[in-house]
């Protein structure tokens, strides 16, 4: 009887560990170089002032440049992420959201890609056991 009750006690505080683990978001953070070249900022200042904080990653080349944050934590959102400030060379202080033309959620955005890719692939197996059918029944 008393190994039933610690199994079961074990079983209920593992399964409240499990539960409270935070779920990581990921944000893309897209820049548009003449913007922050008129501000006189570049991407790796930022990433600079960020790193402290939070997990940072700079993207830069031919196409738009990129900051991603990793967050190990749900507790803050894109609004706020925005609402950072940012120190420019010049002494001014803009917000991130001034800076940065798209702020994307990638954690929601996998999610719902996931759903319709799973949707996508529900469709064809229905049209694909539609097309067995058809062909059974016309070989007959």
Known sequence: MK????????LFF???T???TPVPKTFVFLFDAQHLKSS???????SAQLAPFFSVKAY???SD???VLELPTDALDAKSLGAY???LPDGKKVQLQELAFKIVNLSEVQA???QVMQAYEEQLSLKKKAAKLTKASSSL
Do not use: D, E, R, T
């Not at 190994?3 to 074990?10: A, G, H, Q």
């Not at 006189?40 to 930022?46: F, L, P, Y």
């Open 112 to 114: 719902a890609h996931q």
């Open 18 to 20: 499990v539960a409270s």
């Open 3 to 10: 190994s039933w009750v610690l199994s079961i006690s074990f």
């Open 85 to 87: 400030w940012i120190g």
């Open 60 to 62: 830069g080349g031919n």
């Open 40 to 46: 006189g900022i570049q991407v790796k200042a930022i």
């Open 14 to 16: 593992s399964l409240l």
């Open 65 to 67: 440049l990129a900051l």
